[in-house]
C-alpha cells in the first residue's frame, strides 16, 4: 500500500531564509504529487502539481517541488520565505490503480513557522 | 458559489446525539469528497460521490456514518450515536471531473471545513 512521509512535523525559519520541507512517498506505480497549503481558520488550497512532464514544478506563492523518481521524493522549497507563509503543509499522492481507480494518500503535514 | 461551503462550521453536541453536516460544492463540479481531519494528522477519506451516486465508500468507518447526495450537488454527511472519537474537523472537496477521469486537473477545492466537538 501507498505511503506518504513527511520527515518533518515543525519547521521554524526566519523570514527571507529559504526552505525545503521534506516529501517521500511509497509507491511502485506511475503517481501524480500535491502540496497543499492550510493557512489558519481557512481550508486546504492547491499550491502545484505533478502529473507528468517536467520534474520541476512551480505553483503559486514562489513556491516550487522537484519529482525524483528514484528516491521517491517530492520536496518543497522556497527560496525566501514570507511571515505569511505561515501555514501547515501537506503532501498528497495519488496512485492510479484498479482500472481508474484513484485515491490521495496524504502525509500527516509539516508546520511552517516564519519568524521576523 | 464562489467556493465550496460547509455548515456549521462548528458543531458541538453530546455523545449519543445525532448530527449532520452539510457541503455545498462548487457549482457543476460533479465529484464530491468528504475527508475528516483528526488533530496532528492528514485528511482521511471516508466516501467520494460522481453526481449523486456514492462511487467510492470504503472509508466510512463504520455503519454509524453515512452521506447523501440526492440531487448531485448538495451533500450531507449524517453521524448517528456519536462517540467521543468522532471528534475532529470533517472536509468537503469538490472538482470539475472525477479522480478516475482522464481529464480530471489534478485538484480539489476544499472547503474550510466543519469542526465537530462530541463532549
Known amino acids: 500500500a501507498q505511503s506518504v512521509t513527511q520527515l518533518d512535523s515543525q519547521v521554524p525559519v526566519f523570514e527571507e531564509a529559504p526552505v525545503e520541507l521534506r516529501c517521500n512517498y511509497s509507491s511502485s506505480v506511475s503517481v501524480y504529487l500535491f502540496w497543499y497549503v492550510q493557512y489558519p481558520n481557512q481550508g486546504l488550497q492547491l499550491l502545484l502539481k505533478y502529473l507528468s512532464g517536467s520534474t520541476l514544478v512551480k505553483g503559486i506563492n514562489g513556491f516550487e517541488a522537484e519529482f525524483n523518481k528514484s528516491q521517491t521524493s517530492f520536496h518543497l522549497r522556497k527560496p525566501s520565505v514570507h511571515i505569511s507563509d505561515t501555514a501547515e503543509y501537506f503532501c498528497?499522492?495519488?496512485?492510479?490503480?484498479?482500472?481508474?481507480?484513484?485515491?490521495?494518500?496524504w502525509g500527516l503535514g509539516t508546520s511552517l513557522a516564519v519568524n521576523p | 458559489g464562489a467556493g465550496v461551503s460547509q455548515t456549521p462550521s462548528n458543531k458541538v453536541t453530546e455523545k449519543g446525539k445525532y448530527v449532520e453536516l452539510r457541503c455545498d460544492p462548487i457549482?457543476?463540479?460533479?465529484?464530491l469528497y468528504w475527508y475528516r481531519q483528526s488533530l496532528g494528522q492528514g485528511p482521511e477519506f471516508l466516501i467520494y460521490f460522481q453526481g449523486t451516486g456514492a462511487a467510492d465508500d470504503s472509508g466510512l468507518p463504520n455503519d454509524r456514518f453515512f452521506a447523501v447526495r440526492p440531487e448531485g450537488s448538495v451533500s450531507t454527511l449524517k453521524i448517528q450515536r456519536t462517540e467521543r472519537g468522532d471528534s475532529a474537523v470533517y472536509l468537503c472537496a469538490s472538482s470539475l471531473n472525477a479522480m478516475t477521469s482522464g481529464s480530471w486537473s489534478g485538484e480539489l477545492f476544499f472547503g474550510e471545513g466543519s469542526r465537530l466537538t462530541v463532549l
Open positions: 457549482s457543476g463540479h460533479t465529484a
Open positions: 498528497a499522492v495519488s496512485e492510479l490503480w484498479a482500472g481508474n481507480n484513484r485515491k490521495l494518500i
